[in-house]
Every structure is written in structure tokens, then in C-alpha cells.
């Protein structure tokens, strides 16, 4: 197994470990549709990472694959690249959180190990990214949390929104602008489901919004 994996194999294990389910499995389609590729290429990628010994996988058919620990330990390398890159461009280029992750997808691949951690003592080992994801730390510890999309909390609930899915900048901005970032409290007032149409409080302002409008943010109830 190579020491230094390509920045193929390295795009394939984040989306493994993005995708795989509550048994820690990744289907090729959903693999295929991820990373916008034909069903082939990615049955025959995940052979040749299965006999690297990245994944667990074979090609019968209804099987997935699933993070060996190398390979967990190589797609959490990649995933904290990528989120420092995100947070140092926010903070210190102040670059607009709609603008990194696909600055960040290009360098996460050309960054050394002495460069990350010269980044997470720049920027103080943070725990999140600018978009609420949990960064991994230097030892691959990444912090679980039990989220759920902000769609499926009920009328009268107060949420906190803790993460927001960064691939659509356009969806970003509209959430900025609409204060619907991490740690904005956000009270679920009415739901009306002839209309999807949920009525929500955010820092005093009323905002309507249907389920697809709040898809990609996930946060948790507020403590009492």
C-alpha cells in the first residue's frame, strides 16, 4: 500500500466515510452520484482500494464497502485538512463561508503534515470548521454528535443549529443572510404541511422557508 495515496483514493475515502451508514457501510451508487461518476469506474476504484487495503469491499452484487482502519485513518487526515483550510481562509484571508470548500477541495491534497499542524497552531487546534463541522484532532479523534436536519424538529420547538452542508455556495449565502448559521437559535413556529411551509424565529425575525429551503442545516434542541 502506497504511503503517499493519490488524491483519487484520497476523494474516495472522505466520501466513504461521508456516505457509509450506521453499520459504517458506503453503497457505490450513492459513491457514484457523490463524487460524479459512472457506476463502472466506481465498482473498479473500489477493488483496486479494497486490494490496498483502504476498504473492505467485494463486487457481489448489494455489497458496500466500509473504512478499514487505515483507511478511516486516512479519510479523517484529509477531512481535517480540508476543514482547516476552510477556517483559515475565513479567519485569516476572510474569505465568505460560501467561498472555501472548493478552495479547500484543491488544497487539501497538496498539504504536508508539517503544514497542518502548522495551521491548527495558527489557528489554535479549533474544534469546527466555519461551517459547524467537528474538525478531527492531530490523533484522528473526531467528536460524534447526534444531529438531525432542522426540517424534522416540530412546531413550538427551540433548535440550535449546529452544522450547515458547505457544497452549494449559493444556499450558504442565502443562509448568512438570513442569519441561519451555527449557534443562531432558531424557534420552530408553525409547520404547515399542505404547503411545506415551516414559519420559523431567528434573532427576532420571521422567516418562511419549505423543508428544501432548510435541507443541508442540522442542529440540535436548545437546552432548557
Known amino acids: 500500500m502506497t504511503d503517499q495515496p493519490t488524491q483519487a483514493v484520497q476523494d474516495y475515502l472522505k466520501a466513504i466515510h461521508r456516505l457509509r451508514d ?76 460560501s467561498e472555501v470548500d472548493a478552495e479547500a477541495e484543491a488544497l487539501e491534497h497538496a498539504i504536508s503534515p508539517r503544514l497542518e499542524q502548522a495551521l491548527a497552531d495558527y489557528l489554535g487546534e479549533p474544534h469546527e470548521d466555519p461551517h459547524g463541522h467537528p474538525i478531527p484532532s492531530r490523533t484522528g479523534e473526531l467528536k460524534s454528535r447526534n444531529l438531525q436536519q432542522l426540517s424534522k424538529f416540530k412546531a413550538g420547538q427551540i433548535v440550535v443549529v449546529r452544522e450547515a452542508q458547505d457544497d452549494d455556495p449559493e444556499r450558504l449565502r442565502h443562509w448568512r443572510d438570513l442569519g441561519l448559521t451555527p449557534g443562531a437559535r432558531v424557534h420552530i413556529l408553525t409547520y404547515q404541511p399542505l404547503d411545506d411551509l415551516f414559519e420559523v424565529e431567528v434573532d427576532g425575525k420571521l422567516i418562511r ?14 437546552a432548557t
Do not use: C
Open 22 to 97: 450506521a453499520d459504517g457501510v458506503a453503497w457505490p451508487n450513492d459513491i457514484a452520484k457523490a463524487l460524479g461518476v459512472k457506476a463502472p469506474s466506481v465498482t473498479g476504484m473500489l477493488k483496486r482500494l479494497a486490494e490496498a487495503g483502504w476498504i473492505e469491499y467485494t463486487s457481489k452484487s448489494g455489497s458496500g464497502a466500509k473504512l478499514t482502519e487505515t483507511g478511516l485513518a486516512e479519510a479523517l487526515r484529509v477531512i481535517r485538512r480540508h476543514r482547516l483550510v476552510e477556517l483559515f481562509l475565513t479567519q485569516v484571508l476572510k474569505l465568505d463561508w
Open 209 to 222: 422557508l419549505g423543508s428544501e429551503g432548510l435541507a443541508g442545516l442540522r442542529g440540535e434542541l436548545a
